[in-house]
């Protein structure tokens, strides 16, 4: 599977954030600040492959290599509760809405529903994928978890029975790297290994657009808020803003200078992060997307970003 490589001991989580105090963020042109950790989290026994946000934005879920999926106080720095022991490799985590749920897929092809606040397994999905998952999305009424997998298939889920929703939906020619829901719930959005984004109609599977979004696989994408924009990263080392509705490009190409691993798009679209194998972390302004606001340098193995739910941390694992 690309982007899986030989794991590392010692694995950790790291906080950067601003607070209320700060002073305002810089315009592009404005010399770059230095970013230093808030806080350095450790308890994995291997590489961490997957974060997110719960909704109150003051916990942090993530998966492993050790196969384990704990959840974390953002502003304790601890584990909160045992972790979920999950029985394979976690390849992708996700948080409900409401935060209620967890969700895990792995190696063991299997989608996992969690109670969030007992650790307890809620459901598993039945009849499902046919290789490694690889992508986790909630429907914003947590009624529903879609799943990406190495088999090249989307499959909806139901998230009190494990019932197969809808899917799997078809057109990929290779492996779904990953998915994410429009914000209304009624379509699904998936990056691929063969350079394309897909949007389904999330009630049948049916396939409303497809467009060649780079020159190579893409690694990730994620969805404004608003359902407005879509975000790119890909094996080409570039980043990409997409108009949801016409599927045009928006702005400028961004640009890292290896493979992107991971991007995503503030809560109130004002920001973009992007992750890659040249160790940087860059958070470019919107709508300007030139040189990014902010490039933190030398990050170890940049496995997910993501940014809270009041844009203020993002986290690095």
Not at 32 to 40: I, N, Q, R
Not at 247 to 276: E, M
Request: hydrophobic share 35%; with cysteine.
């Amino acid at each position: 599977m690309a982007g899986i490589r030989d794991v590392t001991r010692n694995a950790y989580l790291r906080i950067r954030g601003r607070s209320s105090r700060d002073p305002p963020l810089p315009t592009p042109t404005s010399p770059e600040p230095s970013l230093l950790p808030l806080a350095t989290y450790t308890g994995h026994s291997s590489w961490i492959t997957s974060l997110a946000f719960m909704p109150d934005g003051k916990h942090v879920v993530s998966g492993s290599f050790d196969r384990s999926m704990p959840v974390w106080s953002v502003t304790e720095g601890h584990e909160v509760g045992e972790a979920i022991k999950v029985g394979s490799t976690v390849l992708a985590v996700a948080a409900s809405e409401d935060g209620k749920l967890l969700a895990s897929g792995g190696m063991d092809n299997k989608v996992i529903v969690w109670d969030a606040k007992s650790h307890e397994k809620v459901v598993e999905g039945k009849e499902g994928h046919s290789d490694w998952v690889s992508s986790l999305s909630f429907s914003r009424d947590s009624t529903r978890v879609a799943s990406a997998s190495e088999d090249k298939s989307v499959i909806v889920w139901s998230t009190s029975t494990g019932e197969r929703l809808v899917g799997p939906f078809t057109g990929h020619t290779s492996r779904v790297h990953c998915v994410a829901w429009t914000p209304d719930g009624n379509q699904i959005i998936a990056g691929c290994y063969d350079d394309s984004i897909q949007i389904f109609d999330a009630s049948n599977g049916s396939q409303i657009a497809r467009w060649d979004a780079h020159s190579n696989s893409i690694y990730s994408i994620a969805i404004s808020r608003d359902g407005r924009y879509i975000v790119s990263g890909s094996d080409d080392k570039t980043v990409k803003l997409w108009d949801t509705t016409t599927h045009q490009q928006i702005g400028h190409t961004l640009q890292h200078n290896d493979l992107v691993r991971s991007v995503c798009i503030s809560p109130d679209a004002k920001y973009i992060a992007s992750a890659g194998n040249d160790e940087k972390v860059s958070l470019w302004s919107l709508p300007k997307l030139v040189d990014p606001s902010y490039t933190i340098d030398k990050v170890r193995d940049p496995a997910f970003r993501l940014l809270s739910h009041d844009s203020h941390m993002f986290f690095e694992g």
